[in-house]
């Protein structure tokens, strides 16, 4: 009898927490045809290990930079860690995160996220954040990254957050509770469609074009970590026609980079080297890059990193050549299925 009465709190103690564990899984957002960057920052961990590379930053980078391109023409193994949105204290924290997992020779930082000093919006965080693993790392970052009116709580159980959405459900919430359509090759996000530049507003001049304390403070981070574990850093700014990277932001990234004996690319400077045409390279008037200019700018950047990066080549590792040839089909099926969609309705519904 002593048993039982031991036994019976403790079966409902499991049923219980069982019982909000798949009512958490089911009520998270899928991101299966709606905001589908927002599986990003959980796929990276199917792809751990190995990773000579790694870029951290905004859309800019996972939607102009392919890690296929750079295996396929150099051998160099990379991923990409980017999220829709992503402030430069995310940045570091992606970085941080992957260094539990794998240290890569080279981190690739797209300086546009130093336009932020604080967080802008919790749709975008929840985007980073929700798929990372919990660690410390985690911790630190949903911390850094909250609004006000957030709560730490509604990260570490998100059914707190999203109870309200029984009435959303359907049938991909139920399809989706455990598992999810792979979207990204190594992070990259893959468009194949194309709407040139026809027009670019004027930009709008600015009362202060500094960057904020919190922005050096964290690219400092982001340096010590990579000086910490003998990581060469380059800073980007990645190839987009919009919104603006004024000059005065940019001199300041070239002296952070001169004085911090740092590589600092701006693609902007470089659009005749890299072969892009805003006019067919790009998906959306010039502000991230199609399938066809991402090759390009990963061509083109392959060869740095190759030269100034002290990544090798690969392609000799029976192993890795492997692994990659899984990748490579799996980005030629994607390129079909969307080069399909867009001669049957003229437009990509679907990413995947």
């Known amino acids: 009898m002593m048993r039982m ?7 409902f103690a499991f049923w219980l927490i ?38 951290i930053g905004d859309c800019e980078v996972y939607s102009n930079f392919s890690p296929i391109t750079l295996w396929e023409d150099y051998g160099i193994t990379s991923v990409i860690r980017g999220t829709p949105q992503q402030m430069i204290w995310q940045s570091y924290y ?24 604080r967080p802008q919006n919790e749709a975008y965080n929840r985007l980073a954040l929700d798929g990372m693993r ?7 970052a949903v911390r850094a990254s909250m609004k006000e009116e957030e709560s730490f709580a509604s990260y570490v159980f998100p059914l707190l957050r999203f109870h309200s959405r029984f009435s959303e459900l359907n049938a991909d919430d139920f399809r989706y509770m455990f598992r999810s359509e792979p979207l ?3 992070g990259y996000v893959m468009r194949v469609d194309t709407k040139p530049v ?37 800073l980007i700014k990645s190839p987009s026609c919009y919104p603006h990277w004024y000059e005065e932001w940019d001199s300041q ?14 693609f902007l400077d470089h659009q005749e080297e890299t072969g892009i045409d805003y ?12 399938l066809a200019g991402a090759e390009k700018a990963s061509a083109w950047f392959g060869k740095i990193l190759a030269e100034q990066s002290g990544v090798s080549d690969r392609r000799s590792d029976p192993a890795m050549a492997s692994r990659w040839e899984e990748k490579i089909a799996f980005y030629g099926k994607m390129k079909a299925s969307q080069e399909k969609q867009l001669e049957e309705t003229g437009t990509v519904k679907s990413f995947r």
């Open 5 to 11: 009465k031991w036994l019976r709190p403790l079966l």
């Open 18 to 55: 069982l019982t909000l564990f798949l009512l958490q899984r089911l009520l998270m957002p899928k991101y299966i045809h709606e905001n589908e960057e927002g599986v990003l920052a959980g796929e990276y961990y199917d792809d751990a290990g190995g990773n000579d590379v790694l870029f």
């Open 94 to 117: 992606m970085l941080e995160d992957t260094l539990r997992f794998e240290t890569p020779r080279a981190v690739v930082f797209n300086v546009y996220a130093m336009r932020y000093d």
């Open 134 to 140: 919990w660690s410390k790392v985690k911790a630190d």
């Open 184 to 186: 990204s090759h190594n």
């Open 198 to 234: 026809t027009v670019l507003p004027q930009p709008v001049p600015l009362a202060d074009y500094r960057f904020s304390e919190t922005d050096w403070r964290y690219l400092d981070m982001i340096r010590d970590s990579c000086r910490a574990h003998d990581i060469t850093l380059i």
């Open 253 to 266: 990234i070239a002296d952070y980079a001169e004085e911090n004996g740092l590589i600092y690319i701006n």
């Open 279 to 290: 006019t067919t390279d790009t998906f959306d008037a010039g502000q991230h890059l199609n």
